[in-house]
């Protein structure tokens, strides 16, 4: 059964810094997706890993995934206030039902002046 | 705006109650994603329709179906509503099938079961 792990699970930042949150996840997969959502808001779609050594940027935000150490992160890089929201991962499972999306339970930022 | 829509907006109801949910996609779009957010369980993928067939499912009880009809939207339909039934229920769209590129979330339908 396919598991998905984030940590931190609350991460408190000042703007200008840099951090990493990490998600790992149980058995094999290739595809790994991160959203953002704001408080009260729904969910934005950030990056759609496909492979193995993918690497996607936008903005602040540099995600990658390690398909071998069942890995993938999203690095921010000098953060900003607008930052501050909630990041959830989601690993495909291609189990019998042709794919299921498992969620981590999310990282709340929040970035402080 | 994601040019995904999804009606109501709130829905308040009792147990053992049948409530359906809407979702249109964006202009083009022939993928439906239907996600539940509870603080009791997360965030749950529940099942995935491309162009009127079911392509994918997830956790989704067997009181719960979905449809997607022929222009292009979709209906969760729920029913025998318990308490704990009470949720987000946000809806996605995307091109094409596999989930393989962005998806564009509508702005959710909250259920309250009392």
């Known amino acids: 059964e396919l598991k998905v792990e984030q940590n931190p699970l609350f991460l408190s930042m000042q703007e200008g810094k840099n951090y990493t949150i990490y998600c790992n996840y149980s058995?094999?997969?290739?595809?790994l997706y991160w959203y953002r959502q704001d408080p009260g808001k729904s969910l934005e779609s950030l990056f759609v890993?496909?492979?193995?050594?993918a690497v996607k940027q936008e903005g602040r935000l540099m995600a990658s995934l390690d398909t071998k150490a069942r890995l993938s992160t999203l690095h921010i890089t000098a953060a900003v206030h607008d930052l501050s929201a909630t990041y959830f991962c989601?690993?495909?499972?291609?189990?019998?039902?042709?794919?299921?999306?498992?969620f981590g339970k999310g990282t709340k930022l929040s970035v402080k002046p | 705006d994601s040019g995904v829509t999804q009606t109501p907006k709130h829905l308040i109801t009792a147990t053992g109650q049948r409530v359906t949910l809407r979702c249109s996609p964006r202009?083009?779009?022939?993928?439906v994603y239907w996600y539940q957010q509870s603080l009791d369980q997360g965030l749950q993928f529940l099942i995935q329709?491309?162009?009127?067939?079911?392509?994918a499912k997830g956790n989704i009880l067997e009181r719960f179906s979905a449809q997607q009809f022929p222009d292009l939207h979709s209906e969760l339909n729920l029913s025998s509503l318990e308490l704990g039934d009470s949720a987000l229920y946000f809806c996605?769209?995307?091109?094409?099938?596999?989930?393989?590129?962005?998806?564009?979330f509508g702005p959710g339908t909250r259920l309250l079961v009392l």
């Open positions: 996605a769209s995307s091109r094409n099938q596999g989930f393989q590129e962005t998806q564009y």
């Open positions: 890993l496909l492979s193995n050594g």
């Open positions: 329709y491309y162009n009127g067939e079911e392509r």
């Open positions: 058995t094999t997969s290739d595809r």
């Open positions: 202009s083009g779009d022939l993928s």
């Open positions: 989601a690993a495909l499972n291609y189990g019998g039902s042709q794919g299921n999306l498992i």
